[in-house]
RNA sequence: GCAGCCGUAGCUCAGUUGGUUAGAGCACCAGAUUGUGGAUCUGGGGGUCCCCCGUUCGAGCCGGGGCGGCUGUACCA
């Protein structure tokens, strides 16, 4: 066969592999966010990765384009089925099927691989991991309090420090009303709003400037590529700039140096000043004074729990535009991190969530309330990689203790040295490989391991059996030039008895893990 | 999806106006050393110069198309 014929060895665009450190860090930071998630009372459930693709929402293959967005593909008796793309309409299917099985309020978490069949990028993947939690049959937003509270903390626990996120908090209901407020309601206007939404949602990447002629004829960036705006009139962008710049609305000129400002000094929280001052700049919009009573409760809540510093109303938040239905959350990392050519890169978004009071309520009759939130779990991983948080960052796993082979007749005996190893709790294993020493050295070092077990005909004349320290040894070759004087040093190597190698190896295990 | 930049060894990259058998460093393998990781020296394996078509006596280099990557932008449940 010629090399030209060979099937070319990749992943598929967008797929990764995973190391073993990447295996053993991610496992432990899920850990993590499982025992928090328990510790707030919630329960695991698992569901498949594949569901009816009309189960899902509204991503149905058509039949020019299938697989738009979505894995899709038909099964046997014609039926669409689809790859998950969330954790959250698989939920709402398993609640509505389950229903009178589950306690209400049903409180659960889940972690698991979604997919999306969409262009890969930097940090992007066509497979990755949702870490979600949700309550479904709550409709008070006690429920959208709780789980911001319990974003906060789930962040801290897998170590980032407080001060370097925030959960911002939302709802759409505010959206939507401020849009009412400055003329946007009606059946008619839906296109122009979801523009609106998504020009607000660019907020921290575009700037104050960048929406603002979103909100108007449109953009040009630097490629030179036009965007098309929303096309509203003046007034109706001033409102929304000055909505979505909120800080400015309780802003007043510092009593110290008049030409700075400085929050409105006031003995509410601050929490309570976004709210108050969003009701009184757009008064009289019965669905936006909803969604301002529900922050308020929110921001009650949270400030009784001592969550203010962390979880903070933020009126710019817009997160998916497709079922969210009040409240909305996303916990932004807010440090800076430079990336490898040098530039700074503010991290962002880790998680996010919301209220989908409609998303079960599609499979019954009777409206269910629900609310989740959902981490993104690679990110969250690159992430707390940048900040060298201890849970991913711990000491790398030593290899397995590697048993020589010196001659390939005792093999036999060697395997009885392995096997003494293991049932004393220590890994370890025989090299396999058919090799000599040397390579074998190369192999044990390769393999992180700890020392090696060395048996040749001298030591197995004496009953002994040589124990070299690999970690010591690589400290002290350091200091020798020469490759004779290397050899005959034999460096961090030690003989015993057969009967003491447990003990021995121990001893080496001893002195490098504590 | 759209726009710009880029595709030469596993990796990072040289490669003259278009001219013989395409190079370097690192990495890998082996020997120097019957049985010892590192360092050093010596040797070795490894290439469809992204693919196809064209121009030419001759293409890694020029032209067209495609594919892939990066960046921005759009979409993002």
């Known amino acids: 066969m010629s090399k030209a014929d060979k099937l070319k060895a990749r992943a598929p665009r967008g ?37 009816y693709t009309d189960a899902l929402g509204k991503f149905l293959p058509d039949q020019d384009r299938p697989n738009e967005g979505v894995f899709s593909f038909q099964d046997d008796d014609e039926q669409w089925l689809s790859l998950r793309y969330d954790l959250t309409a698989p939920l709402a299917r398993y609640v509505a ?17 979604v997919f999306r069949n969409e262009k890969p990028g930097p940090g992007r993947f066509r497979q990755f991991m949702q870490f979600d939690a949700d309550t479904v049959g709550a409709a008070s937003v006690a429920a959208d309090a709780e789980i911001c509270m319990m974003a906060a903390d789930t962040l801290e626990k897998v170590g980032i420090k407080r001060g ?16 009412e407020h400055i003329g946007l309601g009606g ?4 296109g122009q709003r979801l523009t609106v939404l998504r020009a607000i949602d660019k907020l921290d990447r575009l700037g104050l400037d960048g929406v603002s002629h979103l909100l108007g004829a449109g953009r040009k960036d630097e490629s030179g590529d036009f ?37 409105v000094p006031d003995h509410i929280s601050p929490n309570m000043q976004v709210v108050e001052a969003l009701r009184s700049a757009f008064a009289g919009n019965q669905t936006l004074d909803d969604g301002l009573e529900e922050l308020e409760t929110i921001a009650t809540l949270i400030d009784a729990a001592g969550y203010s510093d962390r979880v903070r109303i933020d009126p710019s938040v817009v997160r998916g535009l497709e079922y969210y239905t009040g409240p909305v959350y996303e916990a932004e990392l807010t440090f800076t991190v430079t990336d490898e050519d040098g530039r700074p890169v503010r991290f962002g978004s880790v998680g996010g969530g919301g209220r989908y009071d409609g998303l079960v309520g599609r499979f019954r009759s009777e409206p269910v309330p629900a609310t989740g939130f959902s981490i993104g779990v690679s990110r969250l991983f690159s992430a707390l990689r940048m900040v060298k948080s201890p849970i991913v960052s711990g000491a790398e796993q030593p290899g397995p203790v590697v048993v020589l082979v010196m001659d390939k007749d005792q093999i036999a005996a060697y395997q009885r040295m392995v096997s003494t190893l293991r049932q004393a709790g220590i890994r370890a294993e025989l ?45 002290a070759a350091a200091a020798i030039a020469s490759n004779e004087e290397w050899k005959a040093a034999r460096p961090a190597q030690f003989s015993v008895s057969e009967s003491k190698l447990v003990e021995a190896v121990r001893e080496v295990l001893s002195r490098h893990f504590a």
């Open 227 to 263: 965007t098309k705006g929303a096309g509203l009139n003046d007034a109706q962008i001033l409102s929304l700039m000055q909505y979505v710049n909120w800080q400015s609305i309780r802003l007043q000129p510092a009593a110290s140096d008049p030409s700075k400002m400085e929050v």
């Open 431 to 475: 090299y396999l490989g058919s090799s000599g020493m040397k390579a074998q050295m190369k192999y044990a070092d390769r393999r992180q391991s700890p020392c090696v077990v060395i048996q040749g005909s001298n030591e197995r004349e004496r009953g002994e059996v040589e124990i070299k320290d690999l970690i010591e040894g690589a400290k």
């Open 15 to 51: 797929f990764a592999d995973r190391g073993p450190a990447e295996l053993a860090a991610t496992e432990r930071m899920l850990a993590a966010i499982r025992e928090s998630y328990e510790l707030y009372g919630f329960e695991g459930v698992e569901t498949p990765f594949v569901e």
């Open 164 to 179: 370097d996120y925030v959960i911002k908090v939302n709802n759409r209901k505010v959206l939507d009303g401020v849009m």
């Open 187 to 190: 059946d008619d206007k839906a």
């Open 97 to 113: 099927e389950n229903f009178d099985a589950l306690p209400k309020p049903y409180r659960s978490y889940r972690a698991g691989w």
